[in-house]
């Protein structure tokens, strides 16, 4: 069973640093497929910041690419987001995702395994 | 980028009725590559359904999507009490991947 559970402060000051991380169980994150953060504002709709490949082909939101930084850990079964200058803005529920395609070799790309979701707010 | 708008935002129904819920794409979505989820108060987003039509693991038949180009479809055939939630389509194109606004299913 993939379980996928995120991990980090549930609040950071303006101008700070969001880092959360994603552990992953069930699967290895190198097998294969690739893995997504998506966020949530309270209230509103899903998010999509990036999504990575453990060997470090990472594609980006066009909206966060400069302020978002990713590493992985293959040994833990971990990946992690680091999210600079935060604002009230990134106030969010952040969820891990495992993305997968039903057709190999074809773009037909969703989520099918996420997390619970951790609320990281952005507070003084 | 592909922009997703969803229709209507917020359906009011009762139980045992139809759902039908739109999601059309700014631009032509690669083949058939749409997703939907549906997320409850709470919790995760749960995908339903994968390229446009086929139902993910354990999704009762009472779901099913359709629509291909720039017009899809979620249809709930007749709405059990637990299906009261919100539901997001996805699609993937230029390496980008975007969600919909998102539609209400509410209780009438």
């Known amino acids: 069973q993939v379980q996928l559970q995120e991990s980090g402060p549930g609040l950071v000051k303006p101008s700070e640093t969001l880092s959360l991380t994603c552990t992953v169980s069930?699967?290895?994150?190198?097998?294969?497929?690739?893995w997504a953060w998506i966020r949530q504002p309270p209230g509103k709709g899903l998010e999509w910041i990036l999504s990575?490949?453990?060997?470090?082909?990472?594609y980006y939101s066009p909206s966060l690419r400069s302020r978002v930084t990713i590493s992985v850990e293959t040994s833990k079964n971990q990946f992690s987001l680091n999210l600079t200058s935060v604002t009230a803005a990134d106030t969010a529920v952040y969820y891990c995702?495992?993305?997968?395609?039903?057709?190999?070799?074809?773009?037909?790309?969703?989520?099918?395994?996420w997390g619970h979701g951790t609320l990281v707010t952005v507070s003084s | 980028e592909v922009v997703l708008t969803q229709s209507p935002g917020t359906l009011s129904l009762s139980p045992g009725e139809r759902a039908t819920l739109s999601c059309r794409a700014s631009d032509s979505v690669i083949s058939r590559y749409l997703a939907w989820y549906q997320q409850k108060p709470g919790q995760a987003p749960r995908l339903l359904i994968y390229g446009a039509s086929t139902r993910a693991t354990g999704i009762p038949d009472r779901f099913s999507g359709s629509g291909s180009g720039t017009d899809f479809t979620l249809t709930i055939s007749r709405l059990e009490p637990e299906d009261f939630a919100v539901y997001y389509c996805?699609?993937?194109?230029?390496?980008?991947?975007?969600f919909g606004q998102g539609s209400k299913v509410e209780i009438k």
């Open positions: 995702a495992r993305v997968v395609t039903a057709t190999p070799g074809t773009p037909d790309y969703y989520f099918d395994y």
């Open positions: 069930g699967f290895s994150i190198s097998g294969g497929y690739y």
């Open positions: 990575l490949y453990h060997s470090g082909n990472t």
């Open positions: 996805q699609q993937y194109g230029g390496s980008l991947w975007t």
